[in-house]
Nanobody, 113 residues
Framework: QVQLVESGGGLVQPGGSLRLSCVAS????????MQWYRQAPGKQRDWVGF???????FYVDSVKGPFTISRDNAKNMVYLEMNNLKHDDTAVYYC???????WGRGTQVTVSS
């Protein structure tokens, strides 16, 4: 059974930074393309970016530069480093493997002064 557990969210001021983590189990993590999504209040869940098994990354245009995805295959973990956060980045953030339909509960990020 695939399990994904996100953590690291919280309340941060505009311009601040957060590092989100996601630990995966029930999959062969090293061969998964891992993705990050986010869902703002009242909006649909949107794709943020992905990291391939070899470490290549790709992002939606709105987060290119401030956001960085990385992974640690030895720990079955994927990370989302977020810098220069804006009010519009407020959302619940989720990680997902491209090869399964499973979702975790997400982690809440709130950007507010």
């Amino acid at each position: 059974q695939v399990q994904l557990v996100e953590s690291g969210g919280g309340l941060v001021q505009p311009g601040g930074s957060l590092r989100l983590s996601c630990v995966a189990s029930g999959i062969i993590f090293s061969i998964q393309t891992m993705q990050w999504y986010r869902q703002a209040p009242g909006k649909q869940r949107d794709w943020v970016g992905f990291i391939s098994p070899s470490g290549n990354t790709f992002y939606v245009d709105s987060v290119k530069g401030p956001f960085t995805i990385s992974r640690d295959n030895a720990k079955n973990m994927v990370y989302l480093e977020m810098n220069n956060l804006k009010h519009d980045d407020t959302a619940v953030y989720y990680c997902k493997s491209s090869q399964t339909d499973s979702w975790g509960r997400g982690t809440q990020v709130t950007v507010s002064s």
